[in-house]
């Protein structure tokens, strides 16, 4: 990002400090932007902590510019690495893909196929394969196909926000922790000036980035914008190993399964999440995602569960990210998204570097806000 010729904003408030509130802040503070972080709750404690936190672009072959998107945002990983250091957030370990019927499994190596036609790397194993070379612990078909995408990786999504909001802060950007954000006041102009706290506090500002991820709809509203967004929460469970015995984020039959650090395994399933509705409890939802993963991993059968949270994914109502100005409010900004794991530092790059030079970016032509009418 060049920063020679860019007029910089005298402040920017950043809503939200999960993955893409971070990574904005992050990019802005560190060429000089002064930026401060709200957030109702604590930083990278909500839907990014409570995440599958798989990075990848697989999953996203509907529409080519935003598997595009994702694979730029698999490389600004990568990047990010190199710049604040990997350890306890970056897990470059590949991810395991595999079905139990036929049909599941010819649109699997389909879009396999697919994905290697643009350049993805796909390598296709056997279940014995897997288990020989890979992930000794699983118990699968010795002659099922299992996709293995070896650029993929996991992200420890709190630490991540963790280190991001640390060197901002060192930069010069300033925290507001537990404050909730109240109201947006705009000039006789309709630009962004203040924003109101639920602390009584008010900021003086000239921009503000909606990164409030399932909060964004409300925050938008303080502008008088609509910002649609589906409804789809998801159940995560976390559960203590002695000993992780999975090396790799993967997606079995009927449950997603990825180690969380050293003790501690991550479960997931959309099937699950099909029952949230129905008024499961939560506690029953645990239950039923530790018996899926122990079919696949049966040594996980002897670990505990140790928490579970129900989140909703702030997913725009098209299914794609909502990023960019509102040019009908000044200042106005937005960073709304699912997949803000694998998004939120390239995301937090391109917007960073629009707010400071106002020149829009071509990668993120089919994800502005102005899609949605007012």
Request: aromatic share 6%.
């Amino acid at each position: 990002m060049r920063t020679e010729s860019v007029k910089r904003p005298e402040r920017v408030a950043v809503i939200g400090v999960g993955i893409l509130g971070a990574s904005v802040g992050w990019n802005l503070s560190r060429h000089g932007a002064k930026v401060v972080l709200v957030d109702a709750g604590q930083p990278g404690e909500g839907v990014t902590n409570w995440s599958f936190s798989w990075v990848n672009a697989s999953n996203k072959t509907t529409l080519k510019s935003y598997f595009d998107l994702n694979v730029a945002g698999m490389a600004a990983h990568r990047e990010l690495a190199r710049t604040i250091g990997p350890d306890s957030w970056w897990y470059p370990s590949g991810h395991l893909r595999w079905a139990d019927d036929p049909a599941a499994e010819t649109k699997l190596l389909k879009t396999a196929e697919q994905l290697a036609n643009w350049d993805y790397r796909a390598e296709v194993y056997t279940g014995a394969e897997v288990r020989r070379r890979l992930e000794p612990a699983l118990t699968m078909p010795s002659e099922v196909p299992v996709v293995f995408y070896p650029d993929e990786a996991w992200v420890h999504g709190r630490h991540l926000v963790s280190r991001l909001v640390g060197q901002a802060v060192a930069s010069g950007a300033e925290l507001r922790s537990g404050t909730a954000v109240c109201d947006i006041d705009t000039g006789a102009d309709g630009s962004v000036q203040k924003v109101a706290l639920s602390d009584g506090s008010c900021l003086d500002v000239n921009i503000v980035v909606n990164a409030a991820g399932p909060s964004a709809s409300h925050v938008a509203e303080l502008i008088a914008r609509h910002l649609p967004m589906r409804r789809e929460p998801g159940a995560v469970t976390r559960i203590d190993c002695t000993q992780v015995p999975v090396h790799r984020a993967m997606h079995a039959p009927h449950i997603e399964i990825r180690p969380d650090g050293d003790a501690s395994v991550v479960l997931h399933s959309r099937e699950i999440d099909a029952l949230i509705d129905t008024g499961e409890d939560p506690a029953q939802l645990a239950r039923l995602l530790h018996e899926s993963a122990r079919q696949v991993v049966p040594e996980l059968g002897n670990a505990r569960i140790a928490q579970t949270r129900v989140a909703h994914r702030p997913i725009p109502a098209d299914g794609f990210p909502s990023v960019g100005a509102v040019p009908s409010v000044p200042g106005y900004y937005e960073a709304v998204s699912h997949s803000g794991i694998t998004l939120g530092p390239v995301i937090g790059r391109l917007l960073a570097s629009e707010i400071l030079s106002g020149k829009r970016n071509e990668m993120l032509a089919d994800f502005r806000p102005e899609r949605f009418p007012p």
